[in-house]
């Protein structure tokens, strides 16, 4: 989206005479801002304000809702699948291009845990996000008007896998917002629920630092919540999650963040991977070896051409460091890229990315968090004002920053709303009764012969 932003500025006069077309294939109309995720879970942020319309930003481009099944870089070709394709069965299209900007991102990594795709849920889309805060409130409700103490117990037990940004974040913010709706609760207390964070390095949050680290531990224990490093998760068949230290929780909620890998579209193309399966780029992001082909974000990677510190850049040491597949360098990317782009299209000359450490930030609930800052450390609420500062100034269009920055306001004015929307997952149940005078069928139907 960035990149078809300032490509759709920088090339403003090419569009209006119909000289160059950009075209934007992605499956969803929007792109989701994932730092604000979190909040949006806590019920501090409208999931709405978490996106960005596409269709309204990329005025000037032609938007594609639909996934690139595979790309043909000899041929230059994409094929895509559309929402439109099962229904007009015509297949997948053929999309020809001139330029091709492959930027898919990730998608979670995950392990063959037992149990895992039956009962874990990630923590990478808005749609996820908001089934965890509905799910959260519904177990609280479960335990409410349960008389079977395994059930209370187990509707009360939640199961973090990943101790990086999104799970931290995530547990820190929904924790905060469960120990305050315990109050509304006439048979729960704050203390009755379990929160458990499983990380299998000896380290949380590595881009805050060790010493941040270490703080974020000390207050996520200072509120109880169980910290176990060096620990995997093991299997959580039949809702226990077992861990690799011994330990077994009945839970009904485990939420996976243990990494991210690369989309699965790169490897269906003809362009040259690495062995973790990302694109090889060079400095300027062109993808190596091609000519028309350029690569940023997670899917790319690009050489750390300035040997920032580890926490913005990953390999051997030294040479062949590449930079970290974060936000931070997605988006500063974009802008390079885009140029780049232009440039080439021009006959100009091309720029090297490279990038300057800003530091990096998380939030550990309402008003706490860590940050390491241009070699400053900060804790506690100046590090949380300096997390919700960066990432509002960095959310795109002043639109989203006006609506972002009311509702804090508003939060800050009144209680917060301890509201579970779990029906909006399954909206035509209530109909489905009243239509045919029983429950709906669970799972899909079964299939005549």
Not at 81 to 87: C, D, F, V
Not at 395 to 416: D, H, I, S, Y
């Amino acid at each position: 989206m960035y990149t078809a932003l300032r490509l759709q500025r920088k090339l403003k006069a090419e569009l209006k005479s119909g000289a160059v077309r950009i075209t934007v294939v992605t499956p969803d109309p929007y792109m989701t801002y994932q730092p604000f995720l979190p909040e949006a879970a806590a019920g501090n942020i409208s999931p709405r304000h978490v996106v960005v319309p596409l269709r309204r930003v990329l005025d000037q481009c032609h938007i594609v809702i639909g996934e690139a099944d595979s790309v043909d870089h000899t041929k230059r070709t994409a094929t895509v699948t559309t929402l439109a394709s099962p229904e007009d069965g015509t297949g997948a299209i053929q999309l020809a291009y001139d330029e091709l900007v492959i930027a898919p991102g990730s998608i979670s990594r995950t392990l063959p845990v037992p149990g895992l795709a039956d009962y874990a849920i990630g923590f990478k889309t808005v749609e996820e996000a908001i089934g965890l805060r509905n799910h959260v409130i519904e177990q609280m409700d479960i335990a409410s008007s349960t008389r079977d103490p395994a059930i209370r117990d187990a509707a009360l037990t939640f199961v973090f896998v990943g101790g990086g940004y999104a799970g931290v974040e995530a547990l820190a913010e929904l924790e905060d917002m469960a120990r305050y709706t315990a109050r509304y609760y006439h048979n729960i207390r704050p203390e009755d629920l379990k929160w458990i964070l499983v990380e299998a390095s000896g380290r949380i949050l590595p881009e805050v630092g060790e010493e941040m680290g270490r703080y974020a531990i000390r207050e996520l224990r200072a509120r109880n919540i169980d910290v176990r490093l060096e620990t995997r998760l093991d299997s959580c068949e039949n809702r226990v999650a077992v861990l690799s230290d011994g330990a077994r929780f009945p839970t009904r909620t485990v939420v996976w963040t243990a990494g991210v890998k690369p989309a699965p579209i790169l490897a269906a193309t003809d362009l040259p991977l690495n062995e973790r399966g990302r694109l090889k780029c060079t400095a300027q992001l062109r993808v190596e070896g091609t000519e028309h082909a350029w690569a940023a974000g997670d899917a790319a990677a690009v050489p750390d051409v300035t040997a920032g510190g580890p926490s913005q850049a990953f390999g051997t040491g030294g040479e062949g460091k590449e930079c970290a597949p974060n936000a931070q360098h997605a988006v500063r990317q974009a802008k390079v890229l885009a140029e780049n782009v232009a440039a080439s299209l021009r006959g100009g000359e091309l720029k090297e990315y490279r990038h300057k450490y800003a530091g990096s930030v998380a939030s550990l609930g309402l008003h706490k968090g860590v940050a390491h800052v241009y070699g400053r450390k900060l804790k506690g609420y100046p590090a949380w004002f300096m997390h919700r500062a960066y990432h509002l100034s960095r959310v795109p269009t002043f639109n989203r920053k006006a609506r972002v920055l009311a509702e804090w306001t508003l939060a800050g004015l009144f209680k917060r709303e301890i509201v579970s929307l779990g029906s909006l997952e399954h909206p035509r149940a209530e109909f489905e009764i009243a239509a045919g005078g029983g429950p709906p069928a669970k799972g899909p139907a079964p299939q005549e012969n």
